[in-house]
C-alpha cells in the first residue's frame, strides 16, 4: 500500500493521486484527510486526479464518501482534472458521482472552496459587516475623484 | 519471461493484485492499440471484475490473452473463482442490486464497457466472467 500525501494549501488541503490507487491507499487516504481537516481547520480539499487512468466504483465511491465526510467536518471537497477516457467511462459504468463537486483543474477547484466557504462565513456572519462597508465606500470615493468637474 | 502474444495468468487474492490485474490488462490493451478510450474502459471493467473475484469468490484467477480475428486485434480477460456462485444472475445483473454493499454497478457497468461479455455461473461451483474488447 502507498500512502497519497496531503498538503496545506492556506485553508485548504490539496490531494495529488499521482499512483494507480489500490483498496487500501483509498481508504487510508480517506482516513488522513478526515484527520487533517480537523487538525488544520481546513475549509475545502481539493483532489486533484489528472494523474489517474481508471476511476471504478470502489474508488468512484470513495470519492462520495470524502466529499460527504469533510461536510460533516464543515469542509467542501472538490475533485479536478478527470481525463476525458475517465469521464467517459465513468458515465457508461453507470456511476455519477452524486453529491461529489468536480472542476477542470486545481485552480478552479480552489477558486470553488474560496467561494463556497466565503458564502458560508458572509451568512453566518450577516451582523458583522459594517467594517467591510466602510472600507468599500472609502475605496469608492477614490476610484470616482478623478472623473469629477 | 513471456511475449506479448501468450496468454498470462494472475491470480487474485489481495487488493494488490487488483491493481496488477489492471497493469496487465492495461498493457495488453496498448499493445493491441486500443484507443485511449476503450483502453480505459476494458481496465475499468477488469478492476470491476478482479474485485468481484476477490471479494464474491474469496479469490480467483485472471487469464488475460491477445486476439486477432478479421484483421482486428484485441484482448479476451477470463475471471474465474471457486466461490459460491451467483444464485439469480439476472438480479446479479441488475444495476444498483447489490450483495456485498457495492453500489451494484460491477457486472452490469462492466458489461456495457466491453464488446463481448460472457458469465458461467453455478451454486457451490464458483463464477467465470469473460470480457473481450477489440479495435474499432
Known amino acids: 500500500m502507498e500512502r497519497v500525501p496531503v498538503l496545506s494549501l492556506g485553508d485548504a488541503l490539496l490531494v495529488s493521486i499521482q499512483v494507480d490507487l489500490d483498496d487500501e ?56 482534472g478527470m481525463r476525458p477516457a475517465v469521464a467517459i467511462t465513468l458515465v457508461e459504468l453507470g456511476l455519477s458521482l452524486h453529491g461529489v463537486r468536480t472542476a477542470l483543474n486545481v485552480e478552479r477547484g480552489l477558486a470553488i472552496v474560496r467561494k463556497l466557504t466565503t458564502a458560508r462565513d458572509t451568512r453566518v456572519a450577516e451582523d458583522d459587516d459594517e467594517s467591510i462597508d466602510d472600507f468599500g465606500g472609502e475605496g469608492g470615493d477614490v476610484v470616482a475623484a478623478p472623473s469629477r468637474p | 519471461m513471456t511475449t506479448a502474444e501468450q496468454p498470462e495468468e494472475l491470480a487474485i487474492s489481495s487488493g494488490d493484485d487488483v491493481v496488477r490485474v489492471r497493469q496487465l490488462v492495461r498493457s495488453r490493451a496498448q499493445a493491441a492499440k486500443l484507443s485511449l478510450v476503450d483502453q480505459t474502459k476494458l481496465v475499468t471493467a477488469a478492476s ?14 485472471v487469464l488475460v490473452e491477445s486476439l486477432s480475428r478479421n484483421g482486428r486485434a484485441g484482448v479476451r480477460a477470463v475471471f474465474s473463482d471457486d466461490g459460491p456462485g451467483i444464485p439469480d444472475l439476472q438480479l446479479a445483473m441488475t444495476d444498483g442490486w447489490t450483495s456485498g454493499g457495492g453500489l451494484g454497478l460491477g457486472l452490469s457497468g462492466s458489461k456495457r464497457l466491453v464488446d463481448e461479455f460472457d458469465i458461467d455461473t453455478e451454486v457451490g461451483r464458483g463464477t467465470t466472467v469473460t470480457v473481450v474488447k477489440w479495435t474499432r
Request: proline share 0%; glycine share 10%; net charge negative.
Open chain 2, 48 to 61: 470491476e471484475l478482479a474485485r468481484n473475484t476477490l471479494i464474491h469468490g474469496g479469490s480467483g484467477r
Open chain 1, 25 to 80: 491507499t483509498v481508504l487510508a487516504l480517506q482516513e488522513d484527510l478526515a484527520d487533517r481537516i480537523v487538525s488544520s481547520s481546513a475549509r475545502g480539499v481539493v483532489i486533484d486526479i489528472s494523474g489517474v487512468e481508471i476511476v471504478d466504483s470502489f474508488i468512484g465511491r470513495m470519492f462520495g464518501s470524502i466529499a460527504a465526510l469533510s461536510r460533516v467536518l464543515d469542509a467542501e471537497t472538490v475533485v479536478v
